[in-house]
């Protein structure tokens, strides 16, 4: 089989044995790094862009850009020194050179725009401890914090960090979300959206596998964008596509048994694989809602303990995802805690429930928003709490605009989760910091209490792991004890490929990294 890619000057046809097809039946909004709020953005992302550092699979932080760095003694000022062989990718913005390396000023534009609110980024808070940043030399990034922040690093591996040349920004504007220049294994080469996006193998691209081969493998990477997940897992099934992340009620009896494993029908061409992944499943609270039962924690409480994580997961999620019990942070990450804050006790949930009607002359109503793709677990839930007395009118809206009217605080509860950007448990907490209230920030309960918001503080200024991760157990317990959420499941990550499909590593963060991926 080949493929024709159409590009502005001429037509390629490529092997199809060299090309990763896989579906985005969610939205892509962006390829400008400025942008990689959500895995959609971010897995293309992923291939167009480099930053100074990256995680591997087992999420340790590792060289990408910046070959080396050193860190001061108070773990303020991080000092980045850059390969000299990284090259843009080719582009007509670079004049008759067509490219050019990687220089530390390039990092100071990528971040003064990543900062810059004409911008627009969602991405600007990863800079908020930054006091200031320079290029001393061609090769040498000096970043200087406000405050030592043990996570940097990690923070850095986000796909916001990744470094853009400012001719491409200068040239395409608001249009470089549609023409992005980088440095990544794969090159942009065209998207038509709503229909498909297809990036090339860049031939210039510097890193190389163990036996000192370049790196990447495949030629092409072609995404579609059906909307319909039946359609997606057919295609899947007939070998259309090489890889699965999604697993949706429509098909997931077909392709899992009840106890989460591959149907022997499927073992054939299929091969299944699962991992830790850190994202939390939870239902929101808006704190500032004008609703007294969203405002009251007796209501809060019972609606955690009033209904049976464990069967929700056996029924919905065919075993996938470990019942949310001890709070925001997932299963798998340090600082996960050891205390059960909502463990299904229906009769004090009633109780709770009564107290709150007699105290209150009403009996609790509160609407739940959510998309589509989990409107199932809110039915669940709402049948739960009508065993209860609460009375839960589910409000179902385009995932687009329920991400918008969360940030906006246009909802008294609403169906959320949060995948870690970074390997840090100061990732979940910082949803919680009263200085990240949205829409400037990520915490869109409103929750604040003086003596979390200290902690988080000084915690920051903890360098010793073990010490720090006593902390986060801590703000876990502090954040569960007031109940500005309904943690629903720890979720798992389950991938789904061909078996020709090799290279493809699983990663608890899952990021979809292609360039060691090989199509036999």
């Not at 959500?38 to 932080?61: C, K, T």
């Not at 038509?192 to 190389?208: G, M």
């Not at 073992?267 to 969203?294: C, H, R, W």
């Not at 001890?326 to 009769?347: C, D, R, S, T, V």
Request: proline share 5%.
């Amino acid at each position: 089989m080949e493929i024709l890619v159409v590009g502005c000057q001429s037509e390629i046809k490529i092997h199809g044995n060299t090309v990763f097809r896989y579906n985005e039946f969610r939205n892509i909004t962006s390829l400008d790094p400025a942008f990689a709020r959500n895995p959609q953005n971010i897995w293309p992302i992923q291939q167009i862009f480099n930053g100074l550092v990256q995680l591997d699979d087992s999420l340790r932080i590792r060289p990408e850009i910046a070959k080396s760095w050193q860190i001061n003694e108070d773990g303020t000022v991080y000092t980045f020194k850059l390969r000299d062989d990284v090259y843009f990718h080719k582009s007509r913005v670079f004049g008759s050179k067509e490219t050019r390396t990687v220089t530390a000023e390039d990092f100071v534009f990528s971040f003064n725009r990543l900062k810059d609110e004409k911008t627009g980024s969602p991405g600007g808070w990863v800079l908020q401890n930054v006091k200031n940043y320079h290029a001393p030399d061609t090769h040498v990034l000096q970043i200087e914090l406000k405050h030592p922040f043990p996570a940097f690093l990690g923070l850095l591996s986000m796909r916001y960090c990744s470094v853009v040349p400012k001719e491409g920004v200068a040239f395409f504007k608001d249009d470089f979300r549609s023409n992005p220049i980088g440095t990544g294994p794969f090159q942009f080469k065209k998207w038509e959206e709503d229909v498909k996006l297809v990036l090339r193998k860049n031939d210039l691209y510097f890193e190389r596998n163990k036996s000192g081969e370049k790196l990447p493998y495949l030629e092409a990477i072609a995404i579609s964008f059906l909307p319909d997940l039946q359609s997606e897992f057919m295609m899947f099934v007939q070998g259309k596509f090489d890889f699965l992340n999604s697993l949706d009620n429509s098909y997931k009896d077909d392709l899992l048994t009840p106890l989460g494993e591959l149907q022997e029908k499927h073992s054939q061409d299929i091969k299944m694989e699962k991992g830790p992944y850190l994202n939390t499943e939870y239902i929101g609270f808006y704190l500032d809602a004008n609703n007294n039962a969203v405002k009251s924690e007796k209501i809060r409480k019972a609606m955690n303990i009033g209904f049976d994580r464990k069967k929700m997961i056996l029924f919905l999620r065919n075993t996938v995802g470990f019942p949310a019990f001890q709070g925001l942070i997932p299963k798998g990450l340090p600082g996960h805690g050891n205390h059960i804050f909502n463990e299904y006790n229906p009769a004090l949930a009633q109780k709770l429930v009564k107290e709150y009607t007699k105290e209150q002359g009403e009996n609790p109503k509160i609407r739940l928003a959510t998309d589509v793709n989990y409107l199932d677990i809110c039915e669940y839930l709402q049948r739960a709490y009508q065993n209860i007395g609460v009375d839960v009118t589910i409000e179902l809206m385009p995932t687009a605009r329920l991400r918008h009217a969360k940030s906006s605080g246009n909802l008294e509860a609403f169906r959320a989760s949060w995948i870690a950007d970074y390997p840090d448990a100061e990732n979940y907490l910082s949803l919680f910091y009263s200085e990240n209230f949205s829409p400037k920030g990520p915490n869109y309960t409103h929750f604040s209490q003086a003596k979390f918001d200290i902690l988080y503080l000084e915690t920051m200024k903890i360098s010793d792991p073990e010490k720090r991760i006593i902390s986060y157990k801590k703000m876990d317990d502090l954040l569960m004890s007031s109940y500005p959420i309904i943690p629903l499941y720890y979720d798992q990550a389950i991938r789904f490929s061909r078996k020709n499909i090799s290279g493809l590593e699983m990663n608890a963060i899952n990021l979809l990294n292609l360039k060691r991926v090989q199509k036999n």
